[in-house]
């Protein structure tokens, strides 16, 4: 964890949380390498909408299926044979909002405020983020008409500097996202991959620019764009996506009312109104306020994995994950705590939860 000498108190507490949040993981995957997850308690801003923010190490990797190259987390990357050396650093970055501590209530807090959230179900939402449940689409720098996977795959790109296009990165996630072209018809569904390879094919890769803008501005005048444009209007104007799980088909979250694509809010998440009163609520965009995580697991049956719901355990083997297909409570895997001394300052974006 990184804390601020004078939030020690509620460090602790989040901390306790989290080795919770990790053991609840651990019990619903088979994992045979640690994972290492760095908390970061500091202020994101008190707009209230943001609890927390999480950026999952990615690192290139050839998908099995399909050869394709996309990003991979390393956290799942460390459970395969892949020979890599992943050294030391963190795998999954959680920032915590410090802003909206008044918010936040741990279990044995006594009864939880309305206004409150459970911390250990933000925990584990934060959690999964980083396991994988994450998307690269976005917009690119300074347009707003058509989104599209990360360029080279790298999240920290000086836009002036010269560049080299070496494609558009999705995530293993978004490999097995499908746009259902009738919502009634899982034969309609189309792969949002196909799109992602569509687009890679606007120039060579290897091809040259002088920066980012240039690049975009290529592409723009190419035959691709139409497909990016696509992908936006499919982002903000119909319910018809879902995460494939072969024959289960996952219906995910996009806020319509206001027709705005969020990055990291918008595909990340399942629907909040088709999952809240299920044993799947935990990957809905917005946490319900003044409702535990017990509470939440009471109302949806007591179902086992403690939180992880059977269609997010599907998603989690989906991705590659080896899954625990009766999870038990309580685990015996040996967690380990370590105190981080350095700070990564280079924050990106932050999702509502
Ligand atoms: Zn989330």
């Known amino acids: ?50 609890l927390g923010g999480t950026t999952p190490t990615l690192m290139k990797f050839v998908s099995p299926q399909d050869q394709v190259k996309r ?24 920032s915590i909002n410090s802003d909206v501590e008044d918010d936040f ?35 690119p720098p300074d347009r707003e008409t058509f989104i599209i996977p990360r360029l080279n795959g790298d999240d920290d790109i000086d836009e002036d500097d010269p560049i080299t296009f070496d494609g558009f990165y999705e995530t293993v996630f978004d490999a097995n996202l499908v746009h259902l072209e009738d919502p009634n018809n899982p034969n309609s569904a189309k792969r949002i991959t196909d799109i992602a390879k569509s687009l890679n094919g606007f120039t060579p890769k290897g091809t040259n620019f002088p920066n980012v803008a240039t690049l975009l501005d290529r592409f723009e005048e190419s035959n691709q764009p139409n497909d990016a444009k696509l992908m936006l209007t499919h982002a903000t104007t119909n319910q018809h996506w879902h995460l494939c799980l072969l024959v289960l088909l996952i219906h995910l979250y996009f806020d319509t009312s206001d027709q705005e694509f969020i990055f990291r809010t918008s595909i990340n998440h399942f629907d909040q109104d088709t999952f809240i009163n299920t044993a799947d609520f935990l990957m809905v965009p917005t946490e319900e306020e003044g409702v535990t995580l017990q509470a939440h697991l009471q109302r949806t049956g007591n179902n086992p994995g403690g939180g992880i719901g059977p269609k997010l355990r599907s998603g989690l083997k989906t991705l590659g994950y080896t899954v625990n297909a009766n999870p038990p409570m309580g685990s015996t895997s040996t967690l380990q705590k370590r105190r981080f001394t350095r700070r990564n300052n280079q924050r990106k974006s932050l999702i509502r939860f």
């Open 105 to 139: 209530w741990f279990p044995g807090d006594g009864d939880i405020e309305p206004t409150q959230v459970d911390v250990s179900l933000l925990s584990l939402h934060e959690m999964v983020h980083g396991l994988g449940f994450s998307s690269t689409w976005e917009f």
């Open 71 to 94: 990003l991979y987390p390393t956290a799942l990357l460390k459970q395969l044979n892949t020979g890599i050396d992943f050294g030391e650093d963190a795998d999954i970055k959680i």
């Open 1 to 50: 964890m990184s804390c601020p000498p004078e939030s020690t108190d509620i460090c602790n507490k989040l901390e306790r949380e989290f080795v919770h949040s990790g053991e609840v993981i651990a019990s619903n995957l088979v994992l045979n390498t640690n994972i290492v997850v760095e908390v970061i308690y500091e202020p994101l801003g008190e707009d209230g909408e943001k």
